[in-house]
């Protein structure tokens, strides 16, 4: 299990780093520490590397993620605190991977099913935890296409903030305008 975490945790970090095209399976072995034997043991190709990789990622940014929000200050444990944490969580280099994965997916037919898959269980995820954090707040299916709106826009954003890291403020304002939004939509907890 060690060994598939290594390399899991190399493959993020590759991608992240050098991209798609970049990532090759004897660089994520290099990088986790591993023979290439050991690598191909657990994870024959490219592919099954980094779906396994992107499964891994995604349960630990939720769980990252369900921590920070149960550590936020209790005045802040509301739908804009959620929203300031799912931005960090968009602008770190494992949601850089991620985006990486799906620019490549635009001409890269086999990546695509992978990239799509992919994107449907972030999104399950984040309403999952959504559902679970407000409770009743809006029903399900507009909760869903609210969650596809904030994961598209923080998409963007992202990639916006790749290029600028926000120089200019505009997608704090983005933010800002949404969290504003979000306000009158989903009331505080009880």
């Known amino acids: 299990m060690e060994t598939q975490t290594r390399l899991l945790d190399a493959t993020v970090e590759c991608l992240a ?15 986790a ?6 690598q191909q043991h657990h994870y024959p190709t490219k592919m099954l590397l980094v779906g ?4 891994h990622l995604l349960e630990r940014q939720r769980l990252a993620f369900e921590q920070a929000f149960a550590a ?22 494992p949601a850089l991977a991620l985006m990486e994965l799906a620019m490549a997916a635009r001409t890269d037919v ?32 507009t909760a869903g296409t609210l969650i596809r709106a904030v994961f598209a ?14 120089a200019h403020g505009r997608q704090a304002a983005v933010l800002g305008r949404i969290k ?6 989903i009331p505080d907890p009880a």
């Open 153 to 166: 826009m923080f998409v963007g954003l992202t990639l916006q903030n790749s290029l600028d890291d926000d």
């Open 33 to 38: 520490g591993v023979s290439r034997g050991a």
């Open 110 to 141: 086999t990546l695509r099913e992978l990239s799509i898959d992919i994107n449907e269980r972030i999104i399950a995820v984040i309403l999952e935890v959504f559902q679970r954090l407000f409770p009743e707040s809006v029903d399900e299916e």
């Open 72 to 93: 936020l200050p209790a005045e802040r444990r509301n739908v804009e605190g959620a929203l300031d944490l799912l931005w960090e969580t968009f602008r770190q280099a």
């Open 180 to 185: 504003a939004l979000a306000r009158l939509l």
């Open 52 to 55: 396994a990789a992107l499964e």
């Open 17 to 31: 780093e050098l991209g798609w095209s970049g990532t090759s399976t004897t660089e994520v072995a290099r990088r």
